[in-house]
């Protein structure tokens, strides 16, 4: 099957309500990513889109908020705190590896944590702000470059390992959107 671009440019809405559920959850809805999902007043949901990049915005704005009220953190102390959460939070990861959801959704609070406090390193060089705010960009792109690179990674991985191989018209966790797809014409044979 191919994707029918012209259409999905044309009717963005109808692709996305089409696309749903896998708009909120972005993981095929199958066993092997049980885990990446939580449940919400009946929707799927991703845990790292949902819980992490909220999280890592929240952590990131309570520390500008808080040096704007007078905390001073130096950029050791923010590198140092960034990278001990994070590695706390891997560490917990490695050695008591859980397919839990709410062990997972725990986990990403940490990481997220974490990340803000690296997105907040920038602003603790005493260069010009429109520099700071700049190289915080350049490491939002990055880390949003290296996720997703990650989750290609992943579901190659996952997904190379199923009996199906990825082939979604056939996946199971994949069937009823390719479906939706095909019929609303976003797809063609």
């Not at 990049?53 to 140092?80: E, R």
């Not at 490491?139 to 190379?160: D, F, H, P, Q, S």
Request: glycine share 8%; with cysteine.
């Amino acid at each position: 099957m191919k994707a029918n671009f012209k259409r999905i440019m044309r009717h963005p809405i109808m692709f996305s309500r089409a696309l749903s559920p896998f708009t909120l959850s972005h993981h095929p809805d199958c066993r092997p990513y049980s885990h990446h999902c939580f449940n919400f007043r009946g929707h799927r949901l991703c845990i790292g889109c949902f819980i992490g990049f909220p999280t890592t915005i929240g952590a990131f704005l309570a520390l500008v908020i808080a040096s704007w009220l007078g905390l001073q953190l130096g950029f050791l102390d923010v590198l140092f705190l960034g990278f001990s959460i994070e590695a706390t939070a891997f560490l917990i990861k490695v050695l008591h590896f859980s397919k839990r959801v709410s062990v997972r959704v725990g986990l990403k609070i940490v990481q997220a944590v974490g990340v803000g406090f690296w997105f907040f390193v920038p602003l603790t060089l005493q260069a010009p702000l429109l520099l700071e705010l700049l190289v915080v960009f350049m490491l939002y792109m990055a880390a949003n470059t290296i996720v997703g690179a990650v989750r290609v990674y992943e579901t190659e991985k996952t997904c190379g390992a199923c009996e199906y191989k990825g082939n979604w018209s056939k996946c199971p966790g994949f069937k009823k959107v390719t479906k939706r797809l095909y019929e609303a014409g976003f797809l063609t044979a």
